[in-house]
């Protein structure tokens, strides 16, 4: 009963390629991130997403693009694969309360382009 | 934006010494969490303390909310305690984390 889960865990693709990664949680939060990890091992967030309202980090190129099925989902596509996008994803989510916005990450989906 | 600082950079022990990781912040925060990024990857949750103290086994946290810094204890280290460790902080309902650059921990037998 894993709480945030991601598929693939790998994914080994061409430059020009569009990818997919696919994030569910099952803890019946309302709201839902991508966080970026690069080679260095920074963590860094690209999107937050709740079913009101997407909140994109200005640095992310449009060719990243949320999409939200029902508030359990949130997945990650990515258009015309680049080098530099190689990296680790991570998705998380929270119950976005301000007493506890504790957040919950995934397994990460390791992304290498060729 | 938020900057997240964390001390030390890296960190080397023998099996069975203690250590304080530190955390500071540049602005205030209301959520804030320690996570411990295992060898494998796996981000794990270690504690959510936007204040106060708190202890699981043989770690505990401290965040001194109104200094804007927080503290990870570890006592009595293992190997298994080795990776990095990262603390996070954001301010508000459902905003993102503002991650610090981690402490890489090696803990040798």
């Known amino acids: 009963d894993t709480a945030v889960s991601q598929t693939p865990k790998y994914l080994v693709t061409q430059m020009g390629n569009d990818k997919s990664i696919k994030c569910e949680q099952n803890l019946g939060h309302d709201t839902m991130y991508w966080y970026k990890q690069d080679s260095k091992k920074f963590l860094k967030i690209m999107f937050s997403?709740?079913?009101?309202?997407?909140?994109i980090n200005e640095t992310v190129p449009n060719r990243f693009s949320p999409k939200s099925p029902d508030k359990a989902h949130l997945n990650l596509h990515i258009n015309s694969l680049e080098l530099g996008d190689s990296a680790v994803y991570f998705c998380?989510?929270?119950?976005?309360?301000?007493?506890?916005?504790?957040?919950?990450f995934g397994p990460g989906t390791r992304l290498t382009v060729l | 934006g938020i900057q997240v600082e964390q001390s030390p950079p890296d960190l080397i022990l023998q099996e069975g010494a203690n250590s304080t990781l530190r955390c500071n912040f540049s602005?205030?925060?209301?959520?804030l969490q320690w996570f411990h990024q295992n060898p494998w990857g796996q981000l794990i949750n270690l504690f959510y303390?936007?204040?106060g103290t708190k202890q699981n086994g043989r770690l505990s946290a401290t965040t001194v909310a109104t200094e804007r810094y927080s503290l990870l204890y570890i006592s009595s280290s293992q190997t298994t305690d080795s990776g990095v460790y990262f603390c996070?902080?954001?301010?508000?309902?459902?905003?993102?984390?503002?991650f610090g650059k981690g402490t890489t921990l090696s803990v040798s037998s």
């Open positions: 602005d205030s925060v209301n959520n």
């Open positions: 998380a989510s929270s119950q976005a309360l301000l007493v506890n916005n504790e957040q919950f």
């Open positions: 303390i936007p204040s």
């Open positions: 997403y709740n079913n009101k309202e997407l909140i």
């Open positions: 996070a902080g954001g301010y508000g309902a459902g905003t993102a984390l503002i």
